[in-house]
């Protein structure tokens, strides 16, 4: 996006052709409304960014098809220097000539043509350079399809559109659709303007559509053009006394025939241009993130570094780019269709006039049709900035250029006052509301984001506090890693021959997050269907699962018109947290994964574990989807960024933490119904607390060991990353992926019917390790606080006999042998959990045994009787004596 600088932005406003509510498409659904389709296709115009175009940087969609667009905007225009009714001089038609045509090429290599084109659309900036707008009208409405008016102004229209006439249809046919205009319309367009800049008045205004017709026919039967138009108009001496190339130009734009009549491009290069053309530079589209140029070869230093230092009062906020500066008024309080209505471009009627007819009970209808004469006015509403820079007069000009070597330099602890420190505290929902916390996070994470991967730890540091929401889809990527030229990559793969999976795709989109406009605009269904078949083709390896669309859906609402982003960011978070989840047999696999989910039920809440188990109300009932989808079935889009936020910090451990403090929401209703009441409750779940869900969910995490949710299916060894923490001491928690060297330590893969056999978890002696510190040969550390290490308090419970308990312990354990609370069949004699345990209920519960039969049924015990954060150590004492750190009690003297 360009700055803002000496630009302003407008709003303007039309109404889409409304559709009848009685049709339905070929596949039976109700007809997109032309409003969402419109909205489909604008957005890639905030995509076309050129010197000579207006920036587009948003649509609104209201009631009643109307929409409202967001650009950027001058005041000044070429209508203003036809008011002067005066001759412009050659120089200066010559420049705008260049530069309007500078504007269209960049238009028609993106496949665009302006249609649009007069003195009302033709902008100048302060410097008095050309700014083409609306020159997305004619793309957004689908060539004038999706519109009950014409493209363009009849004046300034070529003979070869006019010759087509009007046409309005929602539904068009083949056969009776004109066909689209290409770039040489522009160019008479181009023509009558530079003719009326020549004469310094505006002609052909008032001429009946019918006469005009008259008259361009009369137009080509001439061989000189501009000689008519100018003894029509009265003005022969002032174009013959033009320079030659100026009327050569005016001869080559206003060619009768298209056949014959130059493109943009054509004019460009031709000699006529030879006096100006080498003042002018080409343009040279910016570096984005993730691309194959290198940044750094854009960044250079002005001659004069002075031009770098800024007085005070300097206007900082424009500055930044347009987007930034409309996302920030509009949670200054900006309102569009209030600023439309106080300027009554809207104007609200009696609902009863609104009404088309009048039926009466006997059916006789009576009354005139829908007056359509409102629905384009041309005008466009400057919106006030004043409310916005207001609200940011307070904030520092250090806030703008924040030191990112400053550790500092974060907002919680040094920002520009008091306020947006205490900010930070407030709720989520809070925060993405508040102006100048926004600004500041939003200046931060792009200075970050420029500087990825150089800086994707500090990225990682302040994703931990928060994302801002206008930079979620590149501090995603980042999270999630993503580097190289993924453009590159997706357009090698290919996303056009026919799959088997096709149908099924097809299928599925129209049913996936619908209730966006975005997402359900035929455009949106176009980039799914290219983004999830780009993912199939691939991932042979893998097939394509219902589910997939809904986890495509977060990535392409966020990188809508960077689908190679979406794609990119979509095939490393699948690794990451769904390894083997889309293999053509995955029930091993999602097997697994549910039973680890059962476990760290009971490890969290075993009062609720038990009462699920009871009923029968299993994780295979109700999960599946959680798991699958990674929540984006069950939640809406925008619970969906806040849940993932924090999801893209952790491991592939943390949706177990997610899964049950979604439990615990719903606990105490679980807890008082049975198996019917809980499938009903499920079919329909209730309103989450996301904020909350994901508060807890770091919670449990914290409390869980990162061995606890160990997973032989799980994605191979890879490095750990920061994102493991949370802000805690990364070497406790679960690794991002396995660990890195498998030691004789760690965990050991179970078949799937003994790890299901288990109540409790278990946990590696590596883990036992580092959570009681163990530091050398029988020495063992008090086990510390949380408070101050970021671990859990942990308590081993040793239940061998006291015998075996002398010989060798580990230090701080306390032993209750298994015979003094089970009999030799199993049975119970004595509750450990109301005697020797009653005072640990805080504290993580790791059994040692020498037998694991006798471990696995003393830790389902405990939770039978409700013991949470109950643990079993895997491999038991035998492996804990090949560590040598076993301590054998001093003899007492």
Not at 714 to 728: D, I, L, M, T, V
Request: hydrophobic share 40%; charged share 20%; aromatic share 10%.
């Amino acid at each position: 996006m360009q700055p803002l600088r000496d630009a302003e932005l407008g709003a303007s406003t039309f109404f889409a052709s409304p559709l009848p509510h009685d049709v339905c498409g070929s596949n039976g659904l109700p007809l997109t409304p032309n409003s969402i389709k419109i909205l489909g296709r604008f957005q890639i115009l905030k995509t076309i960014t050129h010197p000579r175009l207006c920036q587009y940087v948003d649509i609104s969609r209201g009631k009643h098809e109307r929409l409202v667009i967001v650009a950027e905007h001058y005041e000044k225009s070429l209508k203003d220097l036809l008011k002067q009714r005066k001759p412009v001089s050659p120089e200066k038609v010559l420049q705008v000539a260049y530069e309007v045509l500078e504007g269209l090429e960049f238009m028609n290599k993106h496949g665009m043509v302006h249609r649009a084109l007069s003195p009302n659309n033709v902008l100048l900036d302060r410097a008095d350079k050309v700014k083409l707008a609306k020159f997305g009208l004619y793309h957004m409405t689908d060539h004038g399809a999706d519109v009950d008016f014409p493209i363009g102004y009849p004046s300034y229209l070529p003979p070869e559109v006019i010759a087509q006439g009007c046409f309005y249809s929602s539904e068009p046919s083949i056969n009776e659709a004109p066909q689209p205009s290409g770039p040489k319309t522009d160019v008479w367009s181009l023509g009558v303007l530079l003719f009326e800049l020549c004469v310094g008045r505006q002609i052909l205004q008032n001429i009946d559509i019918s006469e005009r017709m008259k008259f361009i026919i009369t137009l080509g039967c001439m061989d000189d053009i501009i000689t008519v138009l100018a003894e029509e108009h009265g003005c022969i001496d002032t174009i013959k006394d033009l320079p030659e190339n100026v009327q050569a130009l005016l001869r080559k734009c206003l060619t009768f025939l298209p056949s014959k009549r130059p493109t943009p491009s054509d004019l460009l290069g031709d000699a006529v241009f030879e006096s100006i053309s080498s003042e002018y530079t080409p343009y040279q589209s910016p570096v984005h993130l993730f691309s194959a140029s290198p940044r750094c070869a854009y960044l250079q230093l002005p001659d004069d570094i002075s031009e770098l230092c800024r007085e005070n009062g300097e206007n900082y906020l424009s500055e930044r780019a347009i987007d930034e500066v409309y996302h920030l008024w509009c949670l200054a309080g900006g309102d569009l269709e209030k600023e439309l209505t106080n300027q009554e471009i809207i104007q609200s009627k009696p609902p009863i006039c609104t009404l088309p007819k009048f039926i009466l009970e006997d059916g006789e209808s009576f009354g005139q049709g829908r007056d359509r004469s409102f629905l384009l006015d041309d005008t466009t509403v400057t919106l006030s900035l004043f409310q916005l820079r207001n609200r940011l007069k307070d904030v520092a000009g250090e806030t703008y250029f924040p030191l990112l070597e400053d550790e500092q330099c974060s907002l919680p602890q040094s920002s520009s006052s008091n306020e947006l420190s205490a900010t930070v505290t407030l709720p989520l929902i809070i925060r993405e509301r508040d102006t100048e916390y926004q600004l500041t996070r939003i200046v931060l994470f792009h200075r970050l984001l420029k500087a990825y991967p150089y800086k994707k730890n500090q990225i990682w540091k302040e994703a931990r506090v928060d994302i801002p929401p206008l930079l979620r889809g590149l501090a995603w990527a980042a999270l999630l890693g993503v580097e190289g030229d993924i453009q590159s990559k997706y357009d090698s793969i290919d996303k056009d021959t026919p799959i088997p999976t096709d149908r099924q795709i097809e299928v599925d989109i129209p049913r996936c997050h619908q209730y966006d406009e975005l997402l359900s605009s035929p455009q949106g269904h176009v980039k799914f269907r290219r983004v999830l078949k780009a993912w199939v083709v691939s991932h042979p390896d893998l097939v394509y699962w219902q589910g997939l669309d809904s986890l495509c859906a977060p990535f392409l609402y966020l990188n809508f018109n960077n689908e190679a982003l979406a794609y990119a960011c979509m095939s490393a978070f699948i690794p990451k947290y769904l390894y083997n989840f889309f293999l053509k047999d995955n029930s091993h696999v999602i097997q697994e994964y549910l039973t680890v989910f059962s476990q760290m039920i009971a490890f969290h809440d075993p009062e609720l574990s038990n009462h699920l188990n009871e009923i029968g109300f299993i994780p295979d009932l109700y999960a599946i989807p959680w798991f699958l989808t990674m929540f984006t079935h069950v939640f809406p889009l925008h619970k969906i960024f806040h849940l993932w936020d924090t999801l893209l910090l952790g491991n592939s451990s943390f949706p177990f933490c997610i899964g049950v403090a979604i439990l615990q929401q719903l606990r105490d209703r679980l807890l008082a119904n049975g198996f019917n009441e809980c499938i009903l409750l499920f079919s329909d779940l209730p309103e989450i607390d996301i904020e909350r869900c994901v508060r807890e969910s770091i919670n449990l995490f914290c409390w869980t060991p990162k061995s606890a949710t160990y997973r032989q299916h799980a994605q191979p060894n890879k490095p750990p990353s920061e994102s493991n923490s949370f802000g805690k001491t990364p070497s406790y928690y679960a690794s991002e992926f396995q660990e890195l060297t498998k030691t004789d330590l760690s965990r050991e893969p179970l078949k799937l019917s003994e790890l299901k056999a288990e109540v409790s978890p278990r946990i590696s002696v590596e883990d036992l390790i580092d959570l009681c510190e163990l530091s050398g040969p029988a020495f063992f550390k008090t086990p510390v606080k949380r408070a101050r290490t970021g671990k859990p308090k942990i308590l081993a419970v040793d239940i061998r006999s006291l015998e075996d308990f002398s010989r060798g312990h580990i230090y701080g354990s306390i032993n209750i042998p298994y015979t003094s609370t089970f009999g030799p069949e199993g049975e119970l004699l004595q509750c450990p959990a109301s005697s020797s345990l009653a005072g640990y209920r805080l504290r993580v519960i790791v059994i040692l045994s020498s037998v694991m039969k006798n471990a696995i049924t003393f830790a389902t015990h405990l939770v039978k009787v409700n013991f949470p954060r109950v643990c079993v150590l895997d491999g038991g004492m035998n492996k804990m004596k090949s560590t040598g750190l076993l301590t054998v009690p001093s003899p007492q003297i």
